[in-house]
Every structure is written in C-alpha cells, then in structure tokens.
C-alpha cells in the first residue's frame, strides 16, 4: 500500500484552508512533504470563486450582511458556499499513480473512492460522466453545473470537485454537502433581479442536493469523515499515516494568507 500522510484539520476561515492547501502543495512538488489527503471545515462560513470566475458575480452587501466571508480558490469551476460540509483535498506530485496521466484520468481515479464513500455513508449513488455545455447561459453556482465524473443522486449532484494541475504537482479538493439550505448561495451571488434569483434557487434544489435530504436524516462530519478514510484505503491502495502540518507549511500558510489569499489582488483579480 502506498504511504500518504492524513490531516483532519479543525475548521478554519476560507483563507486559511485555500493557503494550507498550496503550502502542502509547495511542499509535496519539492520532496518535504508526503502525497497528503486532508479532511477539513470553513468557520464562518465562506463563498469561493473559482480561479477564474469574475469577482463582479459576488453580492457583496448580501455577504456582508450574512456573516459570510469570501475567498478565490486555486482550482477552477465555479462558486460554492462552504458551510455544513465536508470538503476533501488530495494533494501530491504529478509522478504519484493516483495523480498521474491527464486531469480526466486522475479525476476519474478520485472519483471511485469518493462513490465508496457516499456509498457507506447509505446513499444510493452513481457516477455519471456529464459534461459542461458552455453554450448554456453563464451560471456562477458550482453545484448547478454538470461535470465530468459527477457523483449523483437520483440525477442530482452530490459532490462538487475541482482541480488544478501545477508544474509538478497536483491539487484536488471538492465539496460533500451535508446538511442546510443549499439555495442560500443566491443570497450571496448578483441576480437581473430577484426574480432571476427565485428561479435560480428552484434549479440548484433540482440538480443538487445534501446528504442529510437525500437520506433522510443527518449525519455528522465525523462519520462522512471516517467513509473518506476508508474509501481511499481500499479503493485506491492507500496507507493512510495520520499526521499534522509541519511548521515550514503552517509559515508559507501564513504567508499565503496575508499576501494572498486574504488579499484584493488575488480574491478580485478577475
């Protein structure tokens, strides 16, 4: 079984989690750090655009007014609102087997562990390999959107992912939807108006939806958790090695908080 480091991290601010990631990232690319899964939450709860999403889609009185903070991700696709979930990273170099080949190969690879994991959890679920259609009117919400090697439930999106392919490394990490209103990201996006966002809430609660509705009851992120840990051992051949960051990354986390991450020149770059 191959050797990967986990982190179970506790929840974090948006900027936070999104540094953690690329100084994991750093570290993985030069050698210093094991090919690492990471578990982990958002407090408060947090919108992320993805890299190249236009800032102009954020309602930013609406964010301010919830309490909610804003942060841009590394990785593509489109906005989601993180609260209530279980988010996932998988982090290593592009040599690794389960990383290795094109985006669509390694995506795929990641995806069959994520099935076996909603599967323990009691879902019934299927991959589909949609597609984006692009010649579809623009949609800033993430979990709105087909994509390839999407997980789904009664042909509803379970889990959001995107990836971002570096130089020399690989980073993945999307989102399980556990519980609350998944309609509450309109609040946070720009609408023509508001009967343009009625209508948009409507569509998400059609394609989309969270364990706790599609199996009738909650469950905690300790138990989707635990599915994660398992899913990845025994679908993908991994030796999972609890572990923590090491101070080099918590430092270049730092300093991926302040000088970017946290920062006008990256979160409103587009």
């Known amino acids: 079984m191959k050797p990967w480091r986990f982190i179970s991290s506790p929840a974090a601010r948006g900027a936070w989690n999104m540094a953690v990631d690329e100084a994991v990232l750093e ?7 094991l090919p690492t899964l990471r578990l982990y939450a958002w407090d408060p709860a947090c919108l ?7 800032f102009a889609d954020v309602d930013r009185a609406r964010l301010a007014k919830h309490g909610w903070e804003l942060v841009r991700r590394a990785t593509g696709g489109r906005a989601i609102l993180h609260t209530d979930e279980l988010t996932y990273s998988v ?9 290795n080949g094109g985006v669509l190969e390694s995506y795929n690879r990641i995806a069959q562990a994520l099935l076996f994991a909603v599967k323990k959890l009691g879902l019934a679920v299927e991959m589909k390999e949609g597609k984006n259609n692009e010649t579809t009117a623009p949609n800033p919400v993430c979990f709105e959107v087909p994509s390839t090697y999407e997980i789904t439930v009664e042909g509803r999106k379970l889990i ?11 980073l993945q990490h999307g989102s399980l939807p556990l519980t609350g209103d998944l309609t509450r990201i309109c609040q946070a996006l720009v609408f023509e108006n508001e009967a343009a966002r009625a ?22 992120w300790e138990i989707a958790a635990e ?4 899913a990845f051992e025994s679908q993908l051949g991994l030796c999972l090695e609890k572990g923590e960051l090491s101070e080099s990354e918590l430092g270049r ?3 991926l908080v302040r000088e970017k991450y946290d920062h006008p020149s990256w979160t409103e770059r587009v």
Do not use: C, M, W, Y
């Open 48 to 54: 992320s655009l993805g890299h190249s999403q236009a």
């Open 253 to 255: 986390a730092e300093e």
């Open 227 to 230: 599915a994660f840990i398992q």
């Open 91 to 99: 982090i290593g170099t592009s040599e690794e087997p389960l990383l």
């Open 160 to 170: 959001g992912s995107a990836q971002a392919r570096k130089k020399d490394g690989v």
């Open 27 to 33: 570290h993985s690319t030069r050698g210093e750090s």
């Open 199 to 220: 209508n948009a809430a409507q569509r998400l609660l059609k394609r989309a939806t969270t364990v706790e509705s599609a199996l009738g009851h909650a469950v905690t």
